[in-house]
């Protein structure tokens, strides 16, 4: 993935470590230069214009609960947004330019700008810099392989400890998890009852629940759909199945919770206009047409499964709006492989929960990348959780389960364990979620493949490169 050019990675890594809000990251003339080839080779291209001003949430802090947090958050920012964009946005009207508008990290998107558009919105004082709408891959490494015969509390579920969890009497109830994904078959069998536009008498309300901003599974997009078996496979590892109940497939973590799904990736890749919407939506819920928000509808957790190239700071903001809600954000780490420092954006971000994957015999998968984080060299991945060969919920029919492989399968683990944390412990802050997973996770852990250990640390000192500070445990977490 391409970076704005003129990128001043020092400063914006030390505003990032430190959870400062985004600081504009080059000068007016900045021009992505992915833009510059669309423009050499076709002469348009779809834009992104940065604004140089960005708002402070340093008050949710104080703001008293999560739903308040979460409107606190989106008032702060569509104003600052409406506010800081009126020049901007009064050039282009005078020129009737289309565009659209987003608060979450405060840009406009311009669809088919030529040069001269792109080279005037780019000299204005107002404008950090013009990106280009680049595509995002998941982290998956091929497509699913069809299990459907296997009656089981899946291997991955066992070794995070969910099962011991639901002993006690936990199984997520009254958290609300999330993904932006490719959509979710919300009438999968291990997935209908805890979707939360189930009505529980044979209807749904969709609103609020669901939205597609690509408008893939329709237009208008009405109700969730997954062309693509990825969304609906990681929404199962983390909410699938019923615990102990009598459902024989428990391939979820925390099957007691709910489930609200946001379609940021087309088909088997995610554009940034379909992530962008999406992220606005975890933050503060709409419609199916993206009408009257609700923030009080946000979730606790939400999963994401993609990246791009490591050290792009393009998604820092929405993570940063996330986080000052009160929503937990967690990534994939990636599939680059053995290389060291081959993490990918956002998952290698420092204020985010960064997961890395292992296999059934407790070692690190051969595609999970590496850390340490090229911002400030970070620690990361910050743990690791199983994601070799998963068998979850596919998209093929309402009784269909598939094998996947990725970091992709390994995060979703981890926000089912959040959502079992939080179950027992409301109001956690993502600190006291991090600080109680990191000192409670299993470091019995096989040596990696591969001679490279990334640093100067032991793959069993922990906390490492490859393995972060180990495999969750989500009972152990819980003091189980």
């Not at 993609?306 to 599939?335: C, T």
Request: hydrophobic share 35%; net charge neutral; charged share 15%.
């Amino acid at each position: 993935m391409n970076k704005p050019q003129g990128f001043r990675g020092s400063a914006f890594a030390v505003a990032l470590a430190l959870g400062l809000p985004a600081l504009a990251v080059g000068g007016p003339r900045d021009v992505d230069s992915l833009v510059l080839d669309q423009l050499r080779t076709q002469g348009r291209a779809d834009i992104f214009v940065k604004m140089s001003n960005d708002a402070s949430l340093a008050g949710a802090e104080s703001v008293g609960s999560r739903a308040a947090r979460s409107q606190y958050v989106y008032d702060v920012l569509s104003a600052h947004a409406a506010q800081s964009q009126q020049g901007v946005r009064s050039y282009l009207d005078q020129r009737a330019i289309g565009y659209q508008v987003f608060w979450i990290n405060n840009s406009l998107l311009v669809r088919g700008a030529g040069r001269d558009l792109v080279n005037a919105l780019a000299a204005r004082a107002d404008v950090a810099y013009i990106r280009g709408n680049h595509t995002l891959h998941l982290d998956v490494t091929g497509s699913a392989r069809s299990a459907d015969g296997v009656d089981a509390v899946e291997w991955g579920v066992m070794k995070v400890r969910a099962p011991d969890s639901w002993a006690a009497g936990n199984t997520g109830q009254g958290i609300v998890v999330s993904n932006v994904d490719t959509g979710v078959r919300y009438t999968h069998q291990a997935l209908v009852n805890q979707y939360r536009g189930n009505n529980g008498n044979g209807t749904f309300t969709h609103d609020y629940n669901w939205f597609d901003p690509s408008r893939i599974c329709g237009n208008p997009s009405l109700a969730p759909c997954d062309n693509n078996e990825h969304g609906t496979h990681t929404m199962g590892t983390m909410a699938g199945g019923d615990g102990l109940g009598p459902f024989t497939n428990d391939v979820g973590v925390a099957p007691g919770a709910k489930w609200i799904a946001a379609k940021g990736c087309e088909t088997n890749s995610c554009s940034d206009t379909a992530l962008i919407g999406s992220a606005q939506f975890i933050a503060c819920p709409t419609r199916t047409d993206g009408s009257q928000p609700d923030c009080s509808k946000s979730p606790d957790v939400v999963n994401n499964s993609w990246g791009g190239g490591g050290h792009d700071p393009w998604y820092v903001q929405y993570v940063q709006a996330w986080r000052a809600a009160g929503i937990i954000p967690v990534f994939s780490a990636g599939n680059g492989g053995s290389g060291c420092s081959s993490l990918g954006s956002p998952g290698d971000y420092p204020n985010v929960i960064g997961i890395g994957a292992t296999t059934i015999s407790d070692s690190l998968a051969s595609f999970s990348s590496k850390g340490p984080s090229l911002f400030q060299r970070k620690l990361k991945p910050d743990f690791v959780a199983p994601g070799d060969n998963v068998r979850s919920s596919i998209n093929t029919s309402d009784t269909a389960y598939g094998l996947l492989s990725g970091t992709s399968m390994a995060a979703p683990h981890m926000v089912g364990s959040i959502a079992l944390y939080l179950s027992v412990n409301p109001g956690a802050t993502i600190n006291q979620v991090y600080n109680a997973f990191k000192g409670t996770t299993s470091q019995n852990l096989s040596a990696p493949p591969g001679p490279d250990i990334c640093g100067n640390r032991n793959f069993d000192q922990y906390p490492n490169p490859i393995y972060g500070w180990g495999q969750i445990d989500a009972a152990a977490a819980q003091g189980l």
